[in-house]
């Protein structure tokens, strides 16, 4: 389960409506081309907070259709519904999703009782491993030291995927469970993961820049982190480009500018501006996307 997972960009029509063959084609692009380890189901690149029930299983259901066993697959099942979570997790499970994930539960201020609650709940229904997804700037919901002490206390709780920049707070948890799968959220900052001894890395950017990435963990495998350094600065000026132009929609645009469907964004997050494909083309050529 260590390695490079994609967070997986799922297409949509101009309804709403998922693009089959376009997810196919994104599943295949991320294993034939960006050669990911894994790839990351239904989690905030693929816009799961705007979907239906169905529409998540469905996602679910191709996905592993398209990608088989050819690579590890995690299906984020969080939800403020526990019900839909669990169904959803059920579901994934049976299809053999190699381990479940569930964004921190938001939005209501959730006691840690509450919190530690629902992820064993998840685990007992489902009997399948758990990977926390913290992400405190989307839901508030910051895990102290103590917490983690809790979660992780439960065998099944494999993990944590770590959206976060405090890196004192990410060196203390290497430090003290080494044996815990920990992996880096934010894209622009894999090498300081790196560095503080992450397993591996989850992320939307990855879609299109899988192989530099790729080459980052390498020379970080190798102690080369002025080398590792050199290419994050080459990844981060991508990255800057597609957080100003609007990350979900552009790295759309650069996979429909490449001749993969990857659609458009789902209501009510704003579809991509037409007058900036030029911008969008200047990148993929730029940096060979
Ligand atoms: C997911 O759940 O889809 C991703 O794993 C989330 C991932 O951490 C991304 N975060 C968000 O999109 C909020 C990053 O890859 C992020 O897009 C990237 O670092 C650019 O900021």
């Known amino acids: 389960m260590k390695g490079l997972f994609t967070a997986l960009l799922i297409p949509f029509d101009e309804n709403g409506q998922i693009k089959e063959e376009g997810l196919r084609q994104v599943v295949r692009h991320n294993i034939d081309v960006q050669k990911v380890d894994g ?7 693929g816009e799961n907070f705007l979907l239906t029930t169905d529409q998540k299983k469905f996602i679910f259901e191709t996905v592993k259709d398209e990608a088989k066993d050819s690579v590890k697959l995690i299906a984020q099942v969080g939800s403020l519904n526990l019900e839909e979570a669990v169904e959803l997790g059920r579901f994934a499970t049976e299809l053999g999703y190699d381990s479940l994930s569930a964004v921190t539960p938001f939005y209501y201020p959730f006691t840690f009782e ?3 609650s629902y ?9 399948n491993d758990m990977i926390i ?8 919901v910051a ?19 770590y959206t976060d920049s405090n890196f004192f ?10 044996d815990k799968l920990i992996y880096s959220g934010f894209d622009e900052m894999l090498v300081y993961g790196l560095l503080s001894g992450v397993d591996g890395a989850i992320g939307s950017t990855y879609n299109v820049n899988g192989l530099r990435s790729r080459r980052i963990m390498e020379l970080c495998e190798q102690n080369k982190f002025e080398e590792a350094y050199e290419v994050q600065h080459e990844a981060n000026d991508i990255i800057e480009k597609v957080l100003e132009l609007g990350i979900y929609q552009t790295l759309k645009e650069i996979l429909n500018v490449k001749g993969i469907d990857a659609g ?3 209501n009510p997050l704003s579809s991509f501006d037409p007058s900036k494909r030029g911008k969008v083309e ?8």
Do not use: C, H
């Not at 992820?119 to 009997?127: A, C, L």
């Not at 200047?282 to 996307?289: A, P």
């Open 264 to 266: 458009t964004t789902k």
């Open 143 to 161: 895990i102290s030291m103590e917490q983690f002490d809790e979660l992780f206390a439960n065998e099944k709780v494999i993990g944590v995927k």
């Open 119 to 127: 992820y064993n709940t998840i685990i007992e229904e489902t009997g």
């Open 39 to 45: 790839l990351y189901v239904n989690g905030s690149t």
């Open 133 to 140: 997804y913290a992400i405190p700037a989307l839901t508030g």
């Open 282 to 289: 200047k990148l993929v050529e730029d940096f060979n996307l």
């Open 169 to 178: 707070a990410l060196e203390r948890l290497r430090n003290r469970y080494p």
């Open 114 to 116: 509450e919190i530690k």
